[in-house]
């Protein structure tokens, strides 16, 4: 569900469809994120390619914990819990409650804890990163270039939730099957969207 109008996957043709198509092999329907994009399918694509060069430069955990990080201070839902679900392969749903109520999970390093307490902040409000807290980043052995990396990583989360939000997207229906005490703790913002996700009709 959004605000605004979208194109259904069963009406959506050309680009908007292939953008549907390319979700739909991904996620198995189309996601609702994707349908407010449909006025602008370009958006979605240079998006897609902003994240996978942020994200060819860092550790599969470590994207996600950044991710989780920002998602949960920008209170985004859907990034939420699906970063959250991400995160439970590596370190167990129990682990990924403690992340998201305090931070203070065993299952990560000091470093790990605090880059994602960097994300948070500047999800929260980056004008108040201080070298200070850049300079705790080199302290746990983070290079300049991978400080750079957190600080695109959480920027660019920002990015996304902020339209999604904007626009009224809920999470996928399908993110009900998650355990429900993780799911209620990642449901930091927009309730679960309670209609089946829409898929694109097979040909003929």
């Known amino acids: 569900m959004a605000f605004i109008e979208t194109i259904a996957p069963g009406d959506s043709t050309e680009q908007v469809r292939a953008m549907y198509e390319r979700q739909q092999s991904a996620w198995g329907f189309v996601p609702n994120y994707a349908k407010v994009f449909c006025y602008r399918p370009e958006v979605m694509a240079r998006w ?8 060819r430069t860092i550790d599969v955990r470590r994207f996600e914990l950044i991710t989780l990080a920002a998602a949960l201070e920008l209170r985004s839902s859907a990034c939420a819990l699906q970063f959250g679900k991400k995160v439970s392969e590596h370190v167990g749903a129990g682990e990924v409650r403690v992340l998201a109520q305090n931070g203070r999970s065993e299952a990560i390093t000091e470093a790990e804890r605090v880059m994602m307490a960097f994300a948070r902040k500047v999800a929260r409000d980056a004008s108040k990163i201080t070298a200070g807290d850049v300079d705790a980043l080199r302290q746990q052995g983070f290079s300049e270039a ?18 999604l939000d904007a626009l009224g997207v809920e999470p996928d229906a399908p993110f009900m099957a998650m355990d429900e005490s993780l799911r209620e703790l990642l449901t930091v913002g927009r309730p679960i969207d309670f209609h089946p996700p829409e898929v694109i009709p097979a040909a003929g």
């Open 48 to 55: 897609g390619q902003l994240q996978a060069e942020i994200r």
């Open 146 to 163: 991978e400080i750079f990396d957190i600080a695109a990583a959480s920027a660019g989360r920002a990015f996304f939730t902020k339209i």
